[in-house]
């Protein structure tokens, strides 16, 4: 009887230090996937801003019989009708160093992955003048079809991190993006009705 008096306090002890222990072990790990869902959507904003863009230049492109010497102004200008949110960066990055305190490596490896779209404006913009326009729009689509696979990579990764279920979704959101949504398309249309050269 004494024994089980001395022990029910010590018993007690541990049963409460474990029940903590399981308390912030979940509350880490729910603080860890709120992180990565933020890096994860503004990441894939900046994929979706990067490759809806070269979907968009190319249907022009091949609706209106633009030049490559044209087309680094054709980028230029959708960059300036439909910019990227201006706050994104910021949220990526803070999101990042929130990310960098629970699991560094990972943090390492999704650094600066949302500056490809900037990083690229400003290499289009900052060309020095009389540069050949059709060889830095082969230049452009080189780098982007080098990058864009790099950013899946990224998303990937960091869905996985996340939840399976996540995982699943944002391969289904990959896989689609080869194709224009019906209201871009309808839009896009109506180049081929002012093309004199389109086929009726």
Do not use: C
């Not at 010590?10 to 996937?33: I, P, Q």
């Not at 979706?48 to 022009?60: Q, T």
């Not at 400003?122 to 864009?148: C, N």
Request: aromatic share 4%.
């Amino acid at each position: 009887m004494e024994t089980i008096q001395v022990l029910a306090p010590l018993a007690g002890v541990v049963l409460g230090s474990a029940l903590t222990g399981v308390s912030t072990y979940f509350k880490d790990k729910k603080e860890r996937r709120r992180i990565i869902a933020v890096a994860l959507a503004d990441l894939l904003e900046v994929r979706h801003h990067l490759v809806s863009k070269e979907m968009v230049v190319s249907a022009i492109r091949s609706k209106a019989g633009i030049q490559p010497g044209w087309l680094t102004q054709l980028r230029s200008a959708i960059d300036a009708m439909a910019p990227l949110d201006t706050g994104i960066h910021q949220r990526y990055d803070a999101a990042i160093s929130l990310l960098a305190g629970v699991d560094p490596v990972l943090a390492f490896k999704m650094r600066s992955k949302n500056l490809v779209p900037s990083i690229l404006s400003k290499i289009r913009t900052q060309t020095p003048e009389g540069a050949d326009s059709a060889l830095l729009d082969l230049a452009e689509v080189d780098l982007i079809g080098a990058v864009a696979p790099t950013l899946d990579l990224a998303l990937l990764t960091l869905s996985r991190k996340h939840s399976f279920s996540t995982a699943r979704q944002v391969g289904s959101i990959i896989a689609r993006s080869t194709v224009l949504p019906p209201e871009v398309t309808k839009l896009l249309s109506y180049i081929d009705g002012a093309n004199p050269s389109s086929p009726r």
